[in-house]
């Protein structure tokens, strides 16, 4: 096991909804042992492109983020890069249940009790 | 008036209602986190209800306005990307719901699917064209003039042409172009087949358990039933069509209760209706209720001018979809090929140009890449390479 790079596409301290439009990220070390360091990134402008040139700079082996669309998915599985997608929540709450190796595509990390989020 | 009360209100089964919309809808709190989506929501976005609870709707919708100017005062034509990684023009209008001291409850986020709407779109500004048809003549331009304004009337239409003349592109295209373009589009050939085939095929049949197989005019719903080669309906049949153009009703085969159907019939055949009558194939009153509507598609012989444009067109088609830089005809091949006169009008030009493309090694094509049988047609000594 080798230390992971883990890089989460941001919207204030959330997961961003979308990878497109998002001109934040928070890269991450992720030890085997579960213990993490992070870094942000600003972007010049949102751009899905940008985000798949700082992947692939920076050696990310996984993204964590919300929508994707179908192409640039495909483009960064293609690279090697593993996706999980469609994940709701907070970024740290991401980065936690990664860490502990429990974080899986289509996670929702919001307390959906009594409707209300947390 | 009869008012409505507010127990009566109160009591009504909103999801159920919200469900019955064909629109997508979102009840979302004042926090913006969703209360409740409705089922055409949950098929757009591909969150289910129970997914979506609580979650705050940037994160579940996931629109291009999401993350700025939400909510939006008014209608915002932007996208969503859904659970399938598919991304979705959308219209999204906000709609807040007051208390009676104008405190809002709650806020419905209303979400239209755009998608069929900018695929016409698209399609409207691809030169020279609707849809499939293409076409730069005189007489193209006039069918196309017609064409949106026979797609707004509920009358049938028939449209008449030779063959590969692009009859069945234009009955796509003014079922595209009709407000019926979301409902179905169903074909049948009317060409040789059993009667009692197709009359099953057309009106439906009612099987032995007692349940309908659905025919053409079932299936269509409120769409666009296309009957190609109608010429050739046998004549009991036809009778059962002006029954059906006359009362919007039609009785499946071994069936005793009419069912209602609203389809739009268009209709094709190579023949005038007057022709048709005239050579006994046709009943005179059918061809009065289908020829109301009618456009005459000219053979390509008879508009040379659109020949060299459809080349070009095509060309560039198949040069893309084969992935080659093939740019232009040679000059003798450009010759022959303006010489010809197409008996299988756009159909056979369309076919000569993609097995020229398909099989030139080259960028300019000779005529030794036209088909053989072309290049017997025309017999010109001396032209072959």
């Known amino acids: 096991m080798r230390v992971k790079r883990v890089l989460i596409p941001l919207f204030k301290d959330e997961v961003a909804p979308r990878f497109d439009l998002a001109a934040e990220a928070?890269?991450?070390?992720?030890?085997p042992e579960g213990g993490f360091t992070t870094e942000d990134f600003l972007l010049p402008h949102p751009s899905a492109d940008g985000l798949c040139d700082l992947v692939l700079r920076k050696d990310i082996d996984v993204v964590i983020c919300g929508g994707i669309e179908e192409e640039y998915y495909h483009y960064l599985r293609w690279k090697r890069v593993e996706v999980l997608d469609n994940v709701a929540g907070k970024a740290l709450a991401a980065l936690e249940r990664f860490s502990a190796g429990s974080l899986k595509a289509g996670d929702i990390l919001f307390s959906q009790e009594d409707g209300h989020a947390g | 008036m009869t008012l409505v009360s507010?127990?009566?209100?109160?009591?009504?089964?909103?999801?159920?209602i919200l469900d019955g919309l064909p629109l997508g809808v979102a009840v979302l709190d004042r926090e913006g986190r969703v209360v409740t989506v409705n089922t055409a929501?949950?098929?757009?976005?591909?969150?289910?209800?129970?997914?979506?609870?609580?979650v705050p709707c940037r994160h579940v919708l996931r629109s291009g306005i999401c993350q700025g100017k939400c909510p939006?005062?008014?209608?915002?034509?932007?996208?969503?990307?859904?659970?399938?990684?598919?991304?979705?023009?959308?219209?999204?209008?906000?709609?807040?719901?007051?208390?009676?001291?104008?405190q809002e409850l709650f806020r419905l986020d209303i979400v239209e699917d755009l998608s069929a709407l900018r695929e016409l779109e698209r399609r409207l500004e691809e030169p020279g064209g609707i849809g499939?048809?293409?076409?730069?003549?005189?007489?193209?331009?006039?069918i196309m003039r017609l064409i949106p304004a026979m797609a707004q009337a509920g009358a049938p239409v028939m449209v008449i042409g030779e063959t590969g003349t692009g009859k069945d592109a234009v009955a796509e295209a003014i079922h595209k172009l009709s407000p019926r373009a979301r409902?179905?589009?169903?074909?049948?050939?009317?060409?040789?087949?059993?009667?009692?085939?197709?009359e099953a095929e057309l009106f439906g049949r009612r099987q032995q358990s007692g349940e309908i197989a659905p025919g053409a005019f079932q299936r269509a719903g409120t769409g666009t039933a296309y009957l190609s080669d109608v010429g050739e309906l046998p004549e009991e049949l036809q009778v059962r069509l002006v029954r059906f153009l006359d009362e919007e009703a039609i009785l499946p085969a071994g069936g005793q209760t009419p069912i209602r159907s609203q389809a739009k019939v268009i209709a094709s055949s190579?023949?005038?209706?007057?022709?048709?009558?005239?050579?006994?194939r046709m009943r005179q009153d059918l061809a009065y209720r289908l020829g109301a509507l009618r456009l005459d598609l000219p053979p390509l012989r008879e508009r040379p001018e659109d020949i060299e444009f459809l080349l070009a067109h095509f060309m560039e088609v198949f040069a893309a979809k084969f992935r080659k830089k093939v740019l232009g005809f040679t000059?003798?091949?450009?010759?022959?090929?303006?010489?010809?006169?197409?008996?299988?009008?756009?159909r056979e030009l369309r076919n000569i140009v993609e097995f020229a493309v398909m099989i030139c090694p080259k960028p300019s094509i000779p005529p030794a890449c036209l088909p053989a049988h072309l290049l017997e047609q025309l017999a010109a000594p001396g032209e072959k390479e």
Do not use: W
Not at chain 2, 6 to 16: G, Q
Not at chain 2, 77 to 100: C, F, G, M, Q, Y
Not at chain 2, 183 to 198: D, W
């Open chain 2, 331 to 346: 000059p003798r091949a450009r010759r022959l090929l303006l010489a010809h006169d197409y008996p299988g009008n756009v």
């Open chain 2, 183 to 198: 409902e179905p589009f169903v074909r049948v050939n009317c060409g040789p087949m059993q009667a009692e085939a197709l």
């Open chain 2, 6 to 16: 507010p127990s009566l209100l109160a009591s009504l089964d909103f999801p159920a």
């Open chain 2, 270 to 280: 190579p023949s005038s209706p007057e022709s048709l009558v005239r050579s006994g």
């Open chain 2, 41 to 54: 929501l949950e098929r757009m976005t591909g969150f289910s209800r129970e997914a979506a609870r609580g």
């Open chain 2, 132 to 142: 499939k048809l293409v076409g730069k003549s005189p007489a193209m331009e006039r």
């Open chain 2, 72 to 102: 939006a005062s008014g209608p915002v034509d932007t996208e969503i990307i859904n659970r399938h990684r598919r991304k979705i023009p959308v219209r999204i209008s906000a709609v807040p719901v007051l208390d009676p001291l104008g």
């Open chain 1, 26 to 31: 928070l890269m991450a070390e992720v030890s």
